[in-house]
């Protein structure tokens, strides 16, 4: 038998794509901790057929615990000269540990590898986890028509007004340590 490799972030396969929504589902208890956000908890993930799209473009990225069992991602595609971060999910029992961060690192890199203009994505405001940890990571906040649009659609499907934001974070920026 081989030794047990430690926990890691590497490209989604095809055959993670029916695990992936167990653990958007887990990460999403954390917002039951949000007053208002508590439905977030319950509502329904991604579909697999979804994550495969973004596992068969190869920007989807999977923790893998010492077991190789995936227990966090980022789901994100390429949209013109933007990589757009759809999702990013660590289950409960390693979020706090860093794997959000790396995973968005590792979607900054190839963003960089490349040559994108910006990473982008959609968040919360005021949530801990959301766009002030976005900020540490050195997004800004940014909007488009794009990004806009995806605002609204957000917003058509029960997120409060105002409650959201859109950020990039642009290619040319240092990642921060």
Excluded: K
């Excluded at 999910?89 to 968005?104: I, N």
């Excluded at 190839?110 to 405001?125: D, G, I, K």
């Excluded at 499907?157 to 959201?164: A, I, L, N, T, V």
């Amino acid at each position: 038998m081989g030794a047990e490799r430690p926990a890691h972030i590497r490209l989604a396969r095809t055959d993670d794509a029916g695990l992936l929504p167990a653990i958007e589902r887990s990460a999403a208890q954390a917002f039951r901790a949000i007053e208002g956000l508590g439905w977030l908890a319950d509502a329904a993930p991604i579909s697999v057929e979804r994550h495969r799209q973004w596992i068969a473009l190869m920007t989807c990225w999977v923790v893998v615990d010492e077991r190789g069992q995936p227990q966090g991602f980022l789901s994100s595609e390429s949209v013109g000269d933007d990589l757009h971060i759809h999702e990013v999910s660590v289950a409960q029992p390693l979020q706090g540990q860093g794997w959000g961060r790396r995973l968005v690192e590792t979607a900054m890199g190839h963003a960089r590898a490349r040559h994108l203009r910006a990473v982008t994505l959609t968040t919360f405001l005021q949530v801990p986890w959301n766009a002030p940890f976005y900020r540490r990571l050195g997004f800004v906040a940014h909007t488009d028509q794009r990004l806009e649009n995806l605002l609204a659609d957000e917003y058509a499907h029960g997120f409060e007004p105002g409650s959201r934001c859109a950020m990039a974070w642009p290619v040319g920026c240092p990642n921060p340590s």
